[in-house]
């Protein structure tokens, strides 16, 4: 518990938004009685939204904390969180990756790319070093039978004007991606340097020019 104040196991997502399980006392990894209060430095099994904002309600001391939630599954993280919830929705898609971002190309003969650290001067920008997904990860993530996980080729496209910074997501994928996730990030070490007040540019889902993907957008929305 040296990280957390409390640790929520087998959530049982997307029902913990919108469903009213309790929260389970666990001892020794065995669930017993449900609890109606959250106690810190404990862990918990299941449970739903509606108790756990009490218990941040009340080490917060705010009426409405803010909340910034992080997934791997627009199902049973991005969309329900969103949705129930309203938190601000951190969506880790490994696919940004697989399919490469604009701007961001692995060193030559290697599946290590470099990026420049951004919040400090020009002179002190610190190069960070991401391992890529293994090639066969790739071949198996990478489907030629299905295509882009965030533009579909087959489908009509849609008008765009000039001033477009990238393809319509036209995929169903894409459509969630926009609506209920703020920004995505194929891992957590593209952000982790960064201090709690940075500003990210986020989706919107009315303004296509306004894109939250990080550090770079897919290859396959590029306009060139």
Not at 16 to 28: A, H, K, S, T, V
Not at 103 to 113: F, L
Not at 132 to 157: A, H, N, V
Request: some cysteine; overall charge negative.
């Amino acid at each position: 518990m040296t990280y957390f104040d409390i640790i929520c196991t087998n959530a049982r997502k997307p029902g913990f938004f919108n469903l009213n399980r309790p929260f389970l006392r666990l001892d020794e990894n065995h669930e017993k009685e449900p609890v109606t209060e959250l106690t810190s430095n404990t862990v918990y099994s299941q449970g739903n939204l509606n108790t756990l904002m009490k218990y941040l309600r009340d080490i917060t001391g705010k009426d409405n904390p803010k909340i910034c939630f992080f997934g791997d599954s627009l199902r049973s993280d991005v969309f329900p969180s969103k949705k129930f919830a309203n938190w601000e929705t951190v969506y880790l898609l490994e696919e940004m990756e697989i399919e490469g971002m604009k701007g961001i190309d692995p060193k030559p003969s290697t599946r290590v790319i470099e990026l420049e650290d951004q919040q400090q001067e020009p002179n002190r920008k610190k190069r960070k070093l991401h391992e890529l997904p293994s090639e066969e990860d790739t071949r198996i993530l990478k489907s030629s039978k299905w295509g882009s996980f965030f533009c579909d080729e087959s489908l009509p496209s849609k008008v765009e004007s000039g001033q477009m910074k990238m393809r319509h997501m036209n995929t169903f994928w894409g459509y969630l991606i926009r609506k209920y996730a703020d920004i995505a990030v194929p891992q957590l070490d593209y952000i982790a340097d960064f201090p709690l007040d940075h500003q990210y540019e986020v989706f919107d889902h009315k303004d296509e020019n306004k894109t939250g993907f990080y550090p770079g957008i897919p290859k396959s929305l590029d306009k060139v």
